[in-house]
């Protein structure tokens, strides 16, 4: 059983950054892929981030694209995501997830994932 674990969310300024870790107990295969998702009050969880764990191919939302950077180390079986030039609307609680068998269809899609963690809250004040 994986869990994950992620850290570094907090309050930021509108321009600012932050760095959000995300840490896994078990061990992370070559076949999985890793994503970030977000999820707003009142919204639904949306698609953040993705990359593959062997390649490090990497997957953007449209609305963080050029933002933010995903990444991962294999050593410390890990996945971070930079954010940069962060807007009041990047507010909401942050997950990472696992997904054990990694498909380009079902990058950006929520339930094909298998592992998530409990999230960690990211706030940008205007």
């Known amino acids: 059983q994986v869990q994950l674990v992620e850290s570094g969310g907090g309050l930021a300024q509108a321009g600012g950054s932050l760095r959000l870790s995300c840490g896994s107990s078990g061990r992370i295969y070559s076949s999985w892929l890793m994503g970030w998702f977000r999820q707003a009050p009142g919204k639904e969880r949306e698609f953040v981030a993705a990359?593959?764990?062997?390649?490090?191919?990497?997957y953007y939302a449209n609305s963080v694209a050029g933002r933010f950077t995903i990444s991962r180390d294999t050593a410390e079986n890990s996945v971070y995501l930079e954010m940069n030039s962060l807007k009041p609307e990047d507010t909401a609680v942050y997950y990472c997830a696992a997904e054990r068998r990694f498909s380009i269809t079902t990058v950006r899609i929520g339930a094909s994932y298998d592992y998530w963690g409990q999230g960690t809250q990211v706030t940008v004040s205007s």
């Open positions: 990359i593959t764990w062997s390649a490090g191919t990497t």
